[in-house]
């Protein structure tokens, strides 16, 4: 019997374009109330500071125009679950990028809005089956626009674990997004059926070699919430940290995910 193909994931263009512009929107709000003391806190991620983790994200955004402004793949030759292991590659250039970014904008709000702008030019200008040269390969604007939402959400949950007391909100619709991306990425480097992880209300995938589950009870089940599981996806909170803490649920023989998580970095 030939084992049933995984379908492919879509996402709604509109919904995602609206989610994106909502969490920059947020990002702006929240750093808009920053002081100076407070922009140049340290952050979990290596020697960066507020004030460069600022710079970063709209440096994420703007991927979307640096993108654009390339010549157009003559075709797509990559699927949207590569892209969350190809975000490594280029760690030394982008911590220079945004360095220089950080030191060229001091007023981070008015480089934000110049962002937002950028952004809603380019919704209007190009279709969402527009084809960029990424650092996973040739996708389509709107699956790329997906990837930026990951980003948006993951430096959300950075800028609020560097600033105490600040509680940037999620648009629910971009929380969506990274958690489906990210667990689809987990079912694609684990491919199998014997476990399922579920991340209410938004994921559930199947992964990891071994006997199918087919009905009644899974026995190997991984259940977390959304940024319990983007946080070990990114490599923010370590696996056995999160079972110490109680932030996942995890039984079976073959619910142990240690070994395949980070997903991305």
């Not at 084992?3 to 996402?11: G, I, N, Q, S």
């Not at 512009?21 to 100076?36: E, I, K, M, N, S």
């Not at 945004?98 to 950028?118: C, F, I, M, N, S």
Request: glycine share 6%; aromatic share 4%; net charge negative.
């Amino acid at each position: 019997m030939t084992p049933a193909k995984k379908r492919t994931r879509t996402y709604d263009p509109v919904r995602t374009r609206t989610a994106v512009l909502a969490q920059l929107g947020h990002v702006r709000d929240a750093v808009r109330t920053l002081t100076p003391g407070q922009l140049a806190l340290p952050t979990r991620l290596g020697e960066w500071t507020v004030r460069e983790l600022v710079a970063h994200i709209g440096m994420a955004v703007t991927a979307v125009g640096r993108s654009l402004d390339l010549p157009e793949p003559p075709r797509q030759d990559a699927a949207l679950t590569d892209w969350p292991f190809a975000t490594s590659a280029n760690s030394a250039a982008i911590d220079d990028f945004t360095r220089g970014l950080a030191a060229q904008h001091p007023d981070l709000d008015a480089y934000l809005a110049d962002v937002e702008q950028g952004l809603v030019r380019q919704f209007d200008e190009h279709p969402g089956s527009r084809l960029l040269e990424t650092n996973a390969g040739a996708l389509p604007l709107a699956d790329y626009l997906v990837t930026r939402a990951v980003e948006l959400v993951v430096h959300t949950d950075d800028l609020n674990a560097a600033v105490p007391g600040l509680e940037v909100p999620y648009d629910r619709q971009a929380l969506a997004a990274a958690t489906r991306l990210l667990a689809d990425a987990l079912a694609v480097k684990a491919s199998g059926g014997s476990t399922e992880v579920r991340v209410p209300p938004y994921a559930v995938v199947q992964c990891v070699e071994g006997p199918r589950h087919t009905r009644g009870t899974p026995p190997n089940v991984v259940e977390t919430d959304p940024l319990t599981w983007i946080r070990l996806a990114t490599g923010r909170l370590a696996w056995k940290d999160a079972l110490d803490e109680a932030k996942v649920a995890a039984s079976g023989e073959r619910a142990d995910l240690g070994g395949l998580l980070p997903l991305m970095a």
